[in-house]
């Protein structure tokens, strides 16, 4: 990855709600600067996002993903989450897999967004998340690290958020394309795939608008052997599928400083089933019919925002939003879906959607105070109401009922600037009031079919944020914060396994939230030539949420506490040699929690299904003129947990990406490689979480290779 400092942010809400003409612009000069991977900071605070305050100005870190190290990145990877996962030591590597259970940023899961609409599921996390848009559509992804109750519910461990192209900057037509082709070593046939996509944007004057279709076709992968990899025929596969999404956006500007716009997308990938899986060490794949509907998984997106510059002397950010997901997970015979009133044991197969939708609007306002211009003052008010059931296709059963979430968050974020900007203070409250609304049900058969008693249970808190910031000479800055963030378990994996009676859930404890409380220190210095920064962090909660995976290879959460802290470095050079830069970025992590539930001693380490390996990231980039050049290399470094089995224990493995471009005229080709050294390698989550179970045994992939063309006209 491009290893830029990391920006520095204390407003957890820099991402939400941009304006899109100054986007396009920024997404111009993205583009035109192959070199530049991480957004100039200065660039992304504009006047429609919930703060105009500059980085340099807020304590927390954030890294801005963009230009052409993304689309490479995206292009090789095949989605935004594994792009951002290659980029960031910090962010756990992913399961190559539709399912991103367990993978974590900073030892906890992120919040997940698009423009700032969440697409994590609170009630019933279905863990496709990271599958929602097609990069395409994708101008950044800016990456905000560590709990922060401002950015709502679900983000202990940081933002994810996934900025949509934006507006054409002139008027016209303007048009973008790509065809893409991905083969894997050997170029067998089976393991080729390929993508069209489209853009057609339309500017006259204050009217403006933006469309575009993708269409891809992934075949199977191979390992660094040659072998078929194993599909997951349970949790999903991004091997075997198609996938299609449109994307659209209407804007209108009504006057200098005001701004009213529209936002659609739609997201689907499903699996073609011509796969069947091998067991083994690992779990291979070999020609055949997937019993039942193949896991597929579909989003949709509509955010209507209006934002105003000049309202009272402040500015003004309003968005309204409806965002709904459906995920189909494989079949089976498993025993939980048994059931002896309906088929002899052993026999009944059966398989679970997951269906939420989600309402939800966000109100900001922010001005410095009159007559006190060093006292920037942010206000707003955010809405969430989320509705989700799960339930078995074949039988119709409801594994997890369906249940409501509503949240009221209003928020007020507070600046000050002394000494002429040497020295600032940042801090502010968030006041969460959640309320969830579970009917009467009766669990599966499997657990008893246990009659719980529906309720009300409501949660509300007041979290809080606050740091300083120091700046004694140009270019050196350091600070410190403590903030708290705010998410619940998943209710629907506590909700299903219960296997008990007499249960009430308006005073069943597993419900309560988890409240993490995080605190960092950092110090950054940037010149021109050289940028480096430094930041540890430690984070902890009474009431923690941990995915445990039971005999038939399905998660259930426990209730424990825990303690995480980490070291982040990074550095990066520009070389005397025009338009040659290298870079470097550590990251270190560790976690324990109290899994005995007897003392309060958090002395277990956390596993690989919660916490990520160490990890340092080399990178050396060229561009000049048309052609540009980057290689990147990724050390998983081996990890020991101290539980008594040691084939849990991680021996780390070491992957080496690479990619090329070249314009000319309109259009640019690029080859991209990952894994260009074809190295086997077993994946992190299996090699430390089911180290012994050949149904999720899987190996990574091997070289692939991505030849694309992008045009623009």
Not at 153 to 160: K, L, P, R, S, Y
Not at 587 to 601: E, L, Y
């Amino acid at each position: 990855m491009s290893m830029r400092p990391a920006l520095r942010a204390a407003s957890a809400t820099l991402c939400f709600l941009a304006p899109t003409p100054l986007l396009a612009q920024q997404t111009e000069s993205a583009s035109d600067s192959p070199e530049t991977a991480l957004v100039d900071p200065d660039a992304i605070i504009v006047t429609g996002t919930r703060t105009r305050l500059p980085v340099t100005a807020l304590p927390l870190t954030v890294d801005v993903l963009g230009g052409q190290e993304f689309i490479d990145q995206a292009a090789v990877s095949g989605s935004v989450i594994d792009a951002v996962s290659a980029r960031l030591p910090a962010f756990s590597p992913t399961r190559e897999k539709l399912s991103g259970a367990g993978e974590s940023l900073r030892g906890r899961s992120p919040l997940f967004a698009i423009n700032g609409v969440p697409q994590s599921t609170p009630i019933r996390d279905g863990s496709r998340d990271g599958f929602t848009i097609d990069p395409f559509f994708i101008d950044r992804v800016e990456v905000i690290y560590g709990s922060n109750a401002l950015q709502g519910i679900g983000a202990t461990g940081g933002v994810v958020n996934q900025v949509t192209v934006g507006a054409p900057v002139t008027d016209g037509v303007s048009v973008r394309t790509l065809i893409q082709g991905t083969a894997q070593d050997g170029f067998d046939g089976e393991a080729l795939g390929g993508k069209v996509a489209g853009l057609v944007g339309y500017r006259a004057r204050d009217f403006d608008f933006t469309t575009g279709a993708t269409f891809e076709r992934r075949g199977a992968f191979l390992d660094g052997h040659g072998d078929r990899i194993g599909v997951d025929s349970t949790q999903g596969e991004i091997q075997d599928t198609d996938s299609w999404s449109v994307f659209g956006r209407i804007g209108y500007e009504i006057g200098a400083s005001t701004r009213v716009e529209l936002v659609a997308n739609r997201f689907e990938l499903k699996g073609r089933g011509h796969y069947v899986q091998v067991p083994g060490f690992p779990a291979t794949s070999v020609r055949g019919e997937t019993e039942g509907v193949p896991p597929a998984n579909r989003a949709e997106l509509l955010s209507a925002s209006l934002t105003s510059g000049e309202l009272a002397g402040g500015e003004l950010t309003a968005q309204a939003f409806f965002s709904g997901t459906r995920d189909i997970f494989g079949g089976s015979t498993a025993g939980t879906f048994q059931d002896p009133s309906i088929a002899p044991v052993g026999t009944l197969f059966d398989q679970s959607v997951n269906k939420s939708r989600k309402l939800g609007a966000k109100f900001g306002y922010e001005r410095t105070l009159p007559g006190f211009d060093a006292l920037t003052l942010t206000a707003g008010l955010d809405l969430l109401h989320d509705r989700t059931a799960q339930t078995l296709l074949e039988t119709d059963r409801a594994w997890v009922p369906e249940s409501t979430f509503f949240s009221v968050a209003p928020f007020l974020q507070g600046n000050l600037k002394l000494l002429d900007g040497k020295l600032r203070l940042a801090g502010g409250a968030r006041y969460e009031k959640v309320t969830l609304d579970v009917p009467d049900f009766t669990t599966l058969a499997s657990y008893g079919s246990r009659n719980v008693a529906g309720g009300k249970p409501s949660f509300d808190k007041v979290l809080l944020n606050g740091g300083v910031i120091v700046e004694p000479l140009k270019g050196l800055r350091a600070y410190a914060s403590y903030a708290e963030g705010y998410t619940i378990a998943d209710v629907g994996r506590i909700l299903r396994a219960i296997n008990v009676d007499g249960v009430d859930v308006d005073n069943f404890l597993t419900l309560e939230p988890v409240v993490s409380n995080n605190r960092e220190i950092g110090v950054e210095w940037k010149q021109d030539f050289l940028s480096a920064s430094a930041a540890y962090w430690w984070s902890s909660s009474r009431l923690g949420s941990l995915l445990v995976r039971n005999a038939d290879g399905i998660y259930d959460v426990a209730r424990q506490p825990i303690k995480l802290e980490g070291l982040d470095l990074s550095i990066e050079a520009k070389m005397p040699v025009e338009g040659l830069s290298i870079g470097a970025a550590y990251a270190r992590v560790r976690g324990r929690t109290d899994s005995n539930d007897v003392d309060t001693k958090v002395n277990n380490d956390l596993d690989g299904a919660n916490i990520a390996p160490d990890r340092i990231n080399l990178y050396a980039a060229y561009a000049r003129g048309p052609l540009d050049v980057r290689v990147a290399a990724r050390f998983y470094l081996e990890r020991q947990f101290n539980d008594a089995a040691t084939v849990t224990d991680f021996e780390g493995y070491t992957l080496v990406d690479a990619s090329a471009g070249y314009r000319f005229g309109k259009h640019r080709i690029s080859l991209s490689a990952m894994n260009v050294l074809d190295k086997y390698y077993v994946s992190y989550n299996s090699d430390t979480v089911s180290p012994t179970d050949p149904a999720r045994f899987f190996a990574g992939r091997g070289r692939t290779l991505t030849l694309g063309v992008t045009s623009e006209f």
